[in-house]
């Protein structure tokens, strides 16, 4: 990758911290720029105009052009290597896992961190709070899959690390801050010790 590569980011974002984490395990440096997501920072006409018309991150950057998407962005970075599998039936099966994590998820478990760590309970509508209790039956019933895949195997597809489980452990691993108890899913417990024992791992803080 000659061109320069940007990350339009929230640094917190489970979606954002994808793409740095695939970034950092290829070794494929990113340049970084920060928007305050809580203070509209992604909604301005300028941000609107030349990054995203979705008002939306990550976005990541190359060169001139621009990807949105954290799993689009992912699947940029890694294309070549062996985060996405060669297998035909295994590729296919990664993309299921990355289909999974933003339709049954990143919507219930990402969106109650953030209402839970980031707008507060008393700052929600009373359309919000009353989506509550079935975004977190929905979350435990992901996590639940999730952990009974993982009974019998290390990896979501094929028999090594791929962009499903980097997919899924953006929001996985701080689930525990929308009060998901990870020890209840011993399995997901084990994936998530592997995945921080992979070289070059870095943290969502980092």
């Not at 990541?60 to 949105?68: E, N, V, W």
């Not at 070549?80 to 990143?106: C, K, T, V």
């Not at 980097?166 to 108890?181: N, Q, S």
Request: one cysteine or more.
């Amino acid at each position: 990758m000659n061109e320069t590569l940007i990350l339009h980011e929230y640094a917190q974002s489970g979606n954002c911290y994808k793409v740095r984490l695939t970034a950092a395990l290829l070794g494929v440096p990113i340049e970084r720029r920060e928007y305050d997501i809580l203070k509209g920072e992604t909604r301005t006409p300028e941000f609107l105009a030349s990054v995203n018309s979705n008002g939306r991150i990550p976005v990541l950057q190359i060169g001139d052009r621009f990807i949105p998407e954290s799993n689009a962005a992912c699947y940029y970075l890694a294309t070549g290597s062996s985060l996405i599998p060669a297998d035909r039936f295994d590729h296919a099966d990664m993309l299921r896992w990355m289909f999974f994590e933003q339709y049954n998820h990143e919507p219930n478990i990402a969106t109650l961190r953030f209402w839970k760590g980031w707008v507060g309970f008393d700052n929600l509508s009373d359309v919000q709070r009353m989506q509550i209790p079935a975004k977190e039956a929905a979350g435990r019933a992901a996590l639940e899959l999730m952990d009974e895949h993982l009974t019998e195997r290390d990896w979501f597809a094929g028999d090594q690390l791929s962009l499903a489980d980097i997919a899924l452990f953006a929001y996985t691993h701080v689930a525990e801050d929308a009060d998901f108890a990870l020890a209840d899913y011993p399995g997901i417990a084990a994936w998530i010790e592997r995945i921080r024992a992979v070289p070059n791992y870095i943290s969502i803080d980092a």
